[in-house]
């Protein structure tokens, strides 16, 4: 992997960090923007995706909100997923002494799913 030089925003000058857009119309590609969101400077990382990997990528997007907010659901009714989330709570607090959160195994997670799937797409695109 190549060393990529520093992003700066043109306006202040500090260092842009980089982030991942999540829209309809760019779903998981990278991109620069300032912290403070006034300036409006905002540089893409990546090149424009293909149509068929934005839908593929907006799909798993949709599809771990759905399992999120039905996780969400069953944590707020009691009787129907006390033990879900009672096991849920236990993991957390297991992994929460060594530093790592739930949420955060299953953001990882996530992301290795969406990084197979694009080196899957563009291994094909390649072939």
């Not at 403070?36 to 771990?64: C, I, K, M, N, Y």
């Not at 957390?92 to 530093?99: L, P, R, V």
Request: charged share 20%; aromatic share 10%; net charge positive.
């Amino acid at each position: 992997m190549d060393y990529e030089s520093a992003i700066y925003c043109r306006r202040c000058g500090r260092k842009a960090p980089r982030w991942i857009s999540w829209s309809e119309a760019n779903p998981g590609r990278r991109y620069y923007a300032c912290v403070e969101a006034q300036h409006g400077f905002v540089q893409w990382h990546d090149g424009p995706t293909s149509a068929f990997l934005r839908v593929l990528l907006g799909d798993l997007r949709d599809r771990v909100w759905m399992v999120e907010n039905e996780a969400a659901a069953m944590c707020k009714d009691q009787d129907a997923g006390a033990g879900v989330c009672v096991e849920a709570q236990k993991r957390n607090e297991q992994t929460s002494s060594t530093g790592y959160s739930l949420a955060r195994k299953g953001l990882m997670l996530v992301c290795a799913i969406v990084i197979f799937v694009s080196g899957l797409v563009l291994g094909m695109l390649l072939s």
